[in-house]
């Protein structure tokens, strides 16, 4: 994880981190697939793969995917989620 400051991240464990504010890229190596990062707003759960995430002030995430496959799951609002690949 490379954070981009001002940020605000506190790793829960070796699978899982909460993004509270600023920027994050997350790079998952082999092995790696399934960590969890978790905004106010969101989980995204890496599936091998390279994104970034940005937590604005309103607690709201944008995520981009470089590379790979990243499940986004709303924290509010029931089961939805969406698989989101890189261009």
Known sequence: VTLSG?????????TAADLRAGRAVVRAGDGAAGFRVRTPASDFIDLGTE???AVGADGAAEAHV???????????GGANYAAVKAA
């Open 6 to 14: 001002p940020a605000e991240l506190a790793v829960e464990s070796a």
């Open 51 to 53: 994104f970034g995430l």
């Open 66 to 76: 470089f590379e790979g496959v990243v499940v986004a799951r709303p924290l509010a």
